[in-house]
């Protein structure tokens, strides 16, 4: 079993910024990657950034150039500093866990997931 629990997230004005956090306990040795994840109310789920045990990251369009993920593998820890925010990153922001290949970069999520953090960016 895998647990996540993320923190930081918060009411923050459009511009502004906010670093989520995400603890990793359990049996987390086979999965490879560490994924954020947000859903917007009546919208799907849907993968911001993930990253792999050795650091390769895939982004998606909207969080290019504003959104850093990164790991700390000593501490089961996995962040997301988000930058420059806007309105439309208003959403539940998720943390999981699963698998990415490094050449192709693409994200497989395992049914582990944390409770959520809210992240509302609105003046």
């Known amino acids: 079993q895998v647990q996540l629990m993320e923190s930081g997230g918060g009411l923050v004005q459009p511009g502004g910024s906010l670093r989520l956090s995400c603890a990793a306990s359990?049996?987390?040795?086979?999965?490879?990657?560490m994924g954020w994840y947000r859903q917007a109310p009546g919208k799907q789920r849907e993968l911001v950034a993930a990253?792999?045990?050795?650091?390769?990251?895939t982004y998606t369009d909207s969080a290019k150039g504003r959104f850093t993920i990164s790991r700390d593998n000593a501490k089961n820890m996995v962040y997301l500093q988000m930058n420059s925010l806007k309105s439309e990153d208003t959403a539940v922001y998720y943390c999981n866990a699963g698998s990415m290949s490094p050449l192709l970069r693409s994200y497989r999520p395992e049914n582990y997931w944390g409770q959520g953090t809210q992240v509302t960016v609105s003046s």
């Open positions: 359990g049996s987390i040795f086979s999965l490879n990657a």
């Open positions: 990253i792999t045990s050795g650091d390769i990251t």
